[in-house]
Nanobody, 130 residues
Framework: EVQLVESGGGLVQAGGSLRLSCAAS????????IGWFRQAPGKEREGVSC????????YYVDSVKGRFTISRDNTKNTVYLEMNSLKPEDTAVYSC???????????????????????WGQGTQVTVSS
């Protein structure tokens, strides 16, 4: 059974930090690009950061560049999103998704609605208070 399980969300004050984890099982992790997406109330889901399983290439949406870092540990089948200098506008439900590595990190993170993403986690709430 394929599973993506997110953890690490919570409530934090502006300027604080959180680290999200996405633990994968049931598929060949190394062959997949993993991305973090977020959806705030009343807004469409957007790609935050994506990381290739094959070449380590990364993509970050402009609003998080310099503040967020994506990484993966293939020995643990886990992708992390380190979030620093959090802002109230980062408040959203954060989900991880997986797609085969044929998709570039830019395509995965930028193409709207992400209908091609094969697997999704259930999401974790991140709330940043001002």
């Amino acid at each position: 059974e394929v599973q993506l399980v997110e953890s690490g969300g919570g409530l934090v004050q502006a300027g604080g930090s959180l680290r999200l984890s996405c633990a994968a099982s049931g598929f060949t992790f190394d062959d997949y690009t993993i991305g973090w997406f977020r959806q705030a109330p009343g807004k469409e889901r957007e790609g935050v950061s994506c990381l290739s399983g094959s070449d380590g290439s990364t993509y970050y949406v402009d609003s998080v560049k310099g503040r967020f870092t994506i990484s993966r540990d293939n020995t643990k089948n886990t992708v992390y999103l380190e979030m620093n200098s959090l802002k109230p506008e980062d408040t959203a439900v954060y989900s991880c998704g997986a797609v085969t590595d044929r998709w570039s990190v830019q395509a995965m993170c930028v193409i709207p609605r992400q209908t091609f993403v094969q697997y999704w986690g259930q999401g974790t709430q991140v709330t940043v208070s001002s």
